[in-house]
């Protein structure tokens, strides 16, 4: 499945933005997803995910409270609404599917398929 992140810019600290990942196919909605973020220099990490029927949802402890990840798969689309941002939440994000069901993972090997990334910067 291909994976096309979109959504990302410029935000001034304390401001939201709503990512977007639309997948290519409708096995999409057979698989956990989620989105993860990285900085230059720095490894890739966990942001969020969310079971293949929406109903469990996981976050890192730096995004919780701030951040809601959410589908819908009849578009076959993931989202990452993010609130209340501040300069440490700037890096490329990625969405990602994993297609091992037995497990809801958080680690980057984890996850089989991965989108493009989208920059996300938030100025102080």
């Known amino acids: 499945v291909q994976l096309q992140a979109s959504g990302g810019g410029l935000v001034q600290a304390g401001g939201s933005l709503r990512l977007s990942c639309a997948a290519s196919?409708?096995?999409?909605?057979?698989?956990?997803v989620g989105w993860f973020r990285q900085v230059p220099g720095k490894e890739r990490e966990f942001v969020a995910a969310i079971s293949r029927g929406g109903g469990g949802t996981y976050y890192a402890d730096s995004v919780k409270d701030r951040f809601t990840i959410s589908r819908d798969n009849a578009k076959n689309t993931l989202y990452l609404q993010m609130n209340s941002l501040k300069p440490g939440d700037t890096a490329v994000y990625y969405c990602?599917?994993?297609?091992?069901?037995?497990?809801?993972?958080?680690?980057?090997?984890?996850?089989?398929?991965w989108g493009q990334g989208t920059q996300v910067t938030v100025s102080s």
């Open positions: 990602a599917a994993d297609t091992n069901l037995l497990r809801f993972g958080r680690l980057v090997n984890d996850y089989d398929y």
């Open positions: 196919e409708r096995t999409f909605s057979n698989y956990h």
